[in-house]
């Protein structure tokens, strides 16, 4: 049985690797080199910076529940910023009602994000974060709308938002 799971398991991965490479891809072109210079806290500092639940995320890259966050419904004009290090990460131009439980956008402002593969749930994801501080905002998919037909999944908590 266990054998049958580790097969299992290892096909998944080499069906999911291409669609996780084609995003990988594609969430790296909004990754382009922005002199941005790095934000660089001690654990403790992080820990006398954030509350427990944001740690967790930012630091611990973890995920807050879905439909937890009050930026979900977020309508305002403004920005939203990295809750760790203040970083503009997306305008409210950007964002959509995915129907996830998570803020969604469609893009990022170009040069404050960096992306990297996840294999946390056994196949690949594109986990991206913050390029100031690396602070784990949420994850990258190829389900959004136009005209990226991108799904930028963030985590409320790991975000600021700042009417303008």
């Not at 097969?7 to 991965?13: C, E, G, H, K, Y």
């Not at 941005?36 to 890259?61: A, K, M």
């Not at 937890?68 to 009602?97: P, Q, T, V």
């Given at each position: 049985?266990e054998?049958?799971?580790?097969r299992r398991?290892f096909?998944?991965?080499?069906?999911?690797?291409?669609?996780?490479?084609?995003v990988?891809?594609?969430a790296?072109?909004?990754?382009a080199?922005v002199?941005?210079?790095?934000?660089?806290l001690t654990e403790?500092e992080w820990?006398?910076?954030?509350t427990p639940?944001?740690?967790?995320i930012?630091?611990?890259?973890?995920?807050?529940?879905a439909f937890s966050?009050?930026l979900?419904d977020?309508k305002?004009?403004?920005?939203f910023?990295?809750a760790g290090?203040?970083l503009?990460?997306?305008s409210s131009e950007m964002?959509?009602?995915s129907?996830?439980?998570?803020p969604s956008?469609?893009?990022?402002?170009?040069g404050?994000?960096?992306?990297q593969?996840?294999?946390?749930?056994i196949?690949?994801?594109?986990?991206y974060?913050?390029?100031?501080?690396g602070g784990?905002q949420?994850?990258?998919?190829n389900?959004?709308?136009?005209p990226?037909?991108?799904r930028?999944c963030?985590n409320?908590?790991a975000l600021?938002?700042?009417?303008?």
């Amino acid at each position: 049985m266990e054998r049958n799971m580790k097969r299992r398991t290892f096909l998944q991965s080499l069906i999911c690797l291409p669609i996780a490479l084609t995003v990988q891809r594609q969430a790296s072109a909004q990754s382009a080199s922005v002199n941005i210079e790095p934000f660089v806290l001690t654990e403790q500092e992080w820990r006398q910076r954030l509350t427990p639940e944001q740690f967790y995320i930012l630091r611990e890259e973890g995920t807050e529940r879905a439909f937890s966050s009050a930026l979900n419904d977020e309508k305002r004009k403004g920005i939203f910023h990295c809750a760790g290090c203040g970083l503009e990460l997306f305008s409210s131009e950007m964002k959509y009602d995915s129907g996830t439980g998570w803020p969604s956008f469609f893009t990022v402002i170009e040069g404050h994000i960096e992306t990297q593969l996840d294999f946390k749930l056994i196949y690949p994801r594109t986990e991206y974060h913050c390029a100031r501080c690396g602070g784990h905002q949420g994850h990258v998919f190829n389900d959004g709308p136009k005209p990226t037909g991108q799904r930028w999944c963030n985590n409320g908590l790991a975000l600021k938002f700042v009417a303008s």
